[in-house]
């Protein structure tokens, strides 16, 4: 692919500000713009007992950016209660006294933008906004509504949706790419992240950022935004991965992906996707401008019916955690790179821990890996305890499973030719000792880091190695007591990173700089 850097983006970057005091707006400005935001907008209506005359002075006066001037009313989704006259009156002033842009609701915008035009002979950009709280319009309603907003005499619209699915923001994205002029529009909550995320692509006039301290659910922080996807880097050009899941935001791939994919001059982006509906998505999603998806919980087992061809592996193990679509034909093609990545952390971990048995086991090579023969005790049957579980079966292991969903565990125990037992069991189990013990369920992950998968911490010392394939946090509370039990370690940073290399290598068709990811995933986990 040709470099990132090539063909930069006009779309800028705002960071809505809604301090309670003329104080505290000013400080978050200047905060602002230390964290990279281009303009800034700011919300009168949250600042307490607001008087036009005494305070917008104050907050041009300090201004060290461009400003977006609001008053949002409560009927618009704002703070504003007070009579409908005296908020205009303070948005009338705001561009009296030149403020760089004042956004008006449609429901007031027609004439009043065009008195503003005329009596005021200033350098004020109008924006037109519209909040829709019902269902997503239609592509053809939404171009509708923007030749209503442009009517107005508007310089640049504002669309504003909730939706339920992130198919939706596709209208989203073709209303920026096709409208023929400058135009804000994304969606809120988390389903709506990509609409700020891929905004320069689909040259957008602006996306928004929250500063430091103040997040906005689905909204990126201004760091995101700068340094994790570099909104100035893309482009129309560039191509979209993703991580397909729900929930989303524990991911870390776009902290590892991102960096890889610039420093090997590749013009991509890997981005969080809130998926609900898979046949939806893939169907909404379709194009050469999205070749490839990771794929989370909990649909590494269902994406499989989605996928045109599956590989070997993948079809062997009925779990896909990484599709490509194949550029000759547009096909998905499902691949598996959590096995490999889980089962060689553990390998690679007994390697460097018992170095006299690896040599021992090298020299007397029929009995296969340090794996061969030991009780491997699975928790979780869904798609990356298949991973593992055939994993661990490739490796010659005598495999028992646990999962909450008994009839799944004894699916994938007739799979692999191992056992099963019921989740119950887990508590009262008592493996023999050198049992390799591993996690494949979200218990532990973060913001719920305090659970722990049922096991008898008095156990925990009789397994040789304990794994976990949560890897947010690092080093999970099964980690800990296992640790302190005695037992060797594995975190799924070590599976995250292995798997991520291998999807780096199918997303791009190029080899991975491994060192790189390993370095990035030291630095930032």
Known sequence: MGS????????????????????QM?????QAKAE???LLEIRLDHITNFHPHHHLPAILDNKPLPLIILYRPKWDGGLYEGDEHSRLQALL???ELGADYIDFELKVASHLIRELKINYQSATKYIVSCHITSTTPSDEELANLAATMRATG????????NVTDITEIARIFHLLSHCQMPVIAYS??????ISQLLCPKFRGFLAYGSIEGYSIPGMPSLYSLKHTYKHDLMNSETKVFGLVSKPVSHSKGPILHNPTLRHENFNGVYVPLFVDNLKEFFSTYSG???PGFSVGIPYKEAVVEFCDEVHPLAESIGAVNT??????????IGYNTDCEAAITSIEDALKVTCPFRHFFTCKLSSLGTLISGKLFVLVGAGGAGRALAFGAKSRGARILIFDIDFERAKSLASAVLGEAQTFEQVINFRPEKGAILANATPLGMHPYTDQCIPVDQETLGDYELVFDAVYTPRKTRLLKEAEAAGAITVSGVEMFLRQAVSQFNLFTDQQAPEELMREIITSEF
Do not use: Q, W, Y
């Not at 990132?4 to 104080?23: D, H, R, Y």
């Not at 508007?154 to 949706?161: G, P, R, T, Y």
């Open 323 to 332: 599709i490509i679509r194949r550029p000759c034909d547009g096909k998905l």
């Open 26 to 30: 000013v400080k978050e400005m200047k």
């Open 188 to 193: 809120v909550g988390e389903r709506g992240l």
């Open 154 to 161: 508007a310089d640049i619209l504002k669309v504003v949706v």
């Open 93 to 95: 002033l705001a561009a």
């Open 4 to 23: 990132t850097g090539i063909l930069k983006n006009s779309t800028m970057i705002c960071a809505p500000l809604m301090g309670e005091t003329v104080e």
């Open 288 to 290: 050469s401008d999205f």
């Open 36 to 38: 990279g935001s281009h």
